[in-house]
């Protein structure tokens, strides 16, 4: 490992064949978070471009955009705010449904959470249709937010989200891409 040609993150991260759901190879990145070297690397080089951008809250989306969400807020010096499935938030919330790769959901976030012309860093593991970026990126709309960016470990390229996103105006960053789905 020679850490001075950066750190090989598409290396760390595992490929499931067949999970959830036959047809989808689902993109493991505990072998990634597993590595100090890893789970470091993913989080500098997610929030590096963001460290003079005046960042006011780093919105994560549940579970594995909490993960990173945390750290990159702690390293910017920001708040976090959660964006969760629907009905784990425990005060008034506002929703927004989404189809998933594999599904049809709901997300949430806190309806007080974010205030008119709040700075938003807007981060997940993996964007695959956009689906859930997108609603998350309405959420933060509809609160007030001015989403500065969505940042993300993993691309999948060929199902079109990060194309979706960049579309609808929003700055797109990501470490890997994988092809195909
Ligand atoms: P999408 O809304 O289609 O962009 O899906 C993104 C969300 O679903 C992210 O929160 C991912 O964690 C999860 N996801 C979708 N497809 C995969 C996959 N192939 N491997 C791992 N996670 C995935």
Request: some cysteine; hydrophobic content about 45%.
């Given at each position: 490992?020679?850490?001075?040609?950066?750190?090989?993150?598409?290396?760390?991260?595992?490929?499931?064949?067949?999970?959830?759901?036959?047809?989808?190879?689902?993109?493991?990145?505990?072998?990634?978070?597993?590595?100090?070297?890893?789970?470091?690397?993913?989080?500098?080089?997610?929030?590096?471009?963001?460290?003079?951008?005046?960042?006011?809250?780093?919105?994560?989306?549940?579970?594995?955009?909490?993960?990173?969400?945390?750290?990159?807020?702690?390293?910017?010096?920001?708040?976090?705010?959660?964006?969760?499935?629907?009905?784990?938030?425990?005060?008034?919330?506002?929703?927004?449904?989404?189809?998933?790769?594999?599904?049809?959901?709901?997300?949430?976030?806190?309806?007080?959470?974010i205030?008119?012309?709040?700075?938003?860093?807007?981060?997940?593991?993996?964007?695959?249709?956009?689906?859930?970026?997108?609603?998350?990126?309405?959420?933060?709309?509809?609160s007030g937010g001015?989403?500065?960016?969505?940042?993300?470990?993993?691309?999948?390229?060929?199902?079109?989200?990060?194309?979706?996103?960049?579309?609808?105006?929003?700055?797109?960053?990501?470490?890997?891409?994988?092809?195909?789905?």
């Open positions: 490992m020679d850490l001075r040609q950066g750190f090989d993150i598409a290396r760390y991260i595992r490929a499931i064949p067949d999970y959830p759901k036959p047809g989808i190879i689902f993109r493991d990145i505990t072998t990634l978070f597993s590595n100090p070297y890893g789970f470091r690397a993913s989080v500098d080089e997610l929030m590096w471009p963001f460290l003079q951008e005046n960042i006011d809250y780093v919105v994560g989306i549940e579970a594995r955009g909490f993960i990173l969400g945390g750290a990159i807020a702690h390293e910017l010096g920001c708040g976090f705010i959660p964006i969760r499935k629907k009905g784990k938030l425990p005060a008034q919330t506002i929703g927004q449904d989404y189809t998933l790769e594999y599904g049809v959901d709901t997300i949430e976030i806190h309806a007080d959470a205030q008119d012309g709040d700075r938003i860093l807007l981060v997940d593991d993996l964007i695959a249709t956009g689906g859930t970026a997108m609603a998350a990126v309405e959420l933060i709309k509809r001015e989403v500065v960016a969505a940042c993300f470990v993993i691309d999948l390229p060929d199902l079109g989200g990060s194309a979706k996103l960049i579309e609808a105006g929003v700055k797109f960053h990501k470490l890997v891409e994988f092809e195909g789905d």
